[in-house]
């Protein structure tokens, strides 16, 4: 018999979920003294883990290690459930506030036409006015990566039709068979 046949009747209700323990919590403090500090934020001094772990579960309430790098670690009673439901939810409200910025790609050849140059840089402004950063790629194949030169022109071209919207980021470089220049957009 297989393992994989006998997990398939495990019960569900026997896994359970991990709370994150980056904190040492109750019994897990093995720190001789700790500073410890109550459930509504005052101080009640240094004292010896197993003091302060008879305080908390006097008030029903967990022993949590907030501090341990302080000499002595600092320590706190609260309720401990409640204070990781508040860091995930600071957590969450941090990931809400952050912007995310995508990085959109416009690839030219060393050969190409100015009408097709303005096409792409009308796309280009678009993504820009959106708020993402444009990576502008010259490609050279075969022959082509003997004059470099062009591909540095066409990306310096195409960074002024787009002056108004945008800063160069990162100049034209080449790198392996292409030229990679890098716009974000004005703020």
């Not at 459930?39 to 029903?60: D, F, P, R, V």
């Not at 990085?103 to 100015?114: F, N, T």
């Not at 950063?133 to 002024?160: P, Q």
Request: glycine share 4%; hydrophobic share 40%; aromatic share 6%.
């Amino acid at each position: 018999m297989s393992i994989r046949f006998l997990y398939a009747f495990v019960p569900k209700f026997w896994e359970v979920n991990v709370i994150s323990k980056q904190h040492l919590i109750n019994e897990e403090i093995r720190e001789r003294e700790i500073r410890v500090i109550d459930s509504e934020g005052g101080q009640l001094g240094i004292m010896s883990s197993k003091e302060a772990l008879q305080i908390a579960e006097s008030k029903q309430l967990d022993l949590v290690m907030i501090a341990p790098q302080a000499k002595p670690p600092v320590c706190k009673i609260m309720d401990y459930g409640k204070f990781v439901y508040e860091l995930q939810k600071k957590e969450k409200e941090a990931k809400k506030k952050q912007k995310v910025i995508n990085v959109k790609e416009v690839r030219l050849s060393p050969v190409i036409e100015e009408h097709d140059v303005n096409v792409k840089a009308r796309n280009a402004e678009k993504f820009l006015r959106d708020g993402d950063k444009v990576k502008v790629t010259v490609r050279f194949r075969g022959r082509e990566a003997d004059y470099t030169h062009f591909g540095e022109k066409i990306l310096h071209d195409f960074a002024k039709k787009l002056e108004e919207v945008s800063l160069i980021e990162k100049e034209p470089k080449l790198e392996g068979r292409n030229m990679i220049m890098i716009l974000s957009p004005k703020k």
